[in-house]
């Protein structure tokens, strides 16, 4: 066999490889999102149960979507009461307490603006979005500012159940409060998806002036 013949035998080797590595890979990646929808509302329940589990005592809690909280009863028609009904796993966050900051126990309202650090990750902890990376650090973390009514409805519930400045949460929210059951153009977050922010409550803008650490 000439040196060209080899040096087409080898190009050729070279591209079955290249081509079986890329459907080994395709293959793993679409496994994980099979059943994604399935798989998000059994890991969502899974850390609900956790949450009940473990209780506040232990710094876990389950807080009902801000927009449902004081709903009331109403009437129907015909004048018949009718009590707001609510589905457990779609309409709560799950809230673990990493750490507790300082300060009264004063909160941001929905037409506030907060500054905080986060991260928000899928289930299997990819990170879609971040202002710091790795493990939280005080003295590296940067900020962004933001209007509380202007998140998802499970990020801003969180934002309004935080007391102190330096408060310090890992948040769990069902698709239902995240970004729902599409997945918008160019998004990295597959419809479904439970969400995971860590959030940390660095100050937030009220009344004219801020109010911070």
Known sequence: MNLKNLKYLFLLMMSALVLASCSETDEN???????????????FADVLVKAKQEGEANGWHVYRNWSMENQT????????????????????IVVQVMQQGEGSAVRPL???????????MLKNDYVFDHNFTGDYDVNKAQTS??????????????????THIGDHWMVYMPYTLGYGSSQSSGSTIPAYSMLKFEIVLKGWYTDGKWIKK
């Not at 009437?75 to 309409?91: G, H, R, S």
């Open 29 to 43: 990646t679409d496994s994980e999102y099979d059943e994604w929808q399935a798989k998000n509302e059994t890991a």
């Open 73 to 92: 009863g109403n009437t129907d028609l015909n004048n018949k009461p009718v009590t707001p009904t609510f589905n457990e796993q779609e309409d709560n």
């Open 145 to 162: 500012n933001f209007i509380v009514k202007g998140v998802v409805d499970g990020f801003a519930t969180a934002l309004m159940k935080m």
């Open 110 to 120: 929905y037409t506030d603006s907060v500054m905080v650090s986060y991260k928000g």
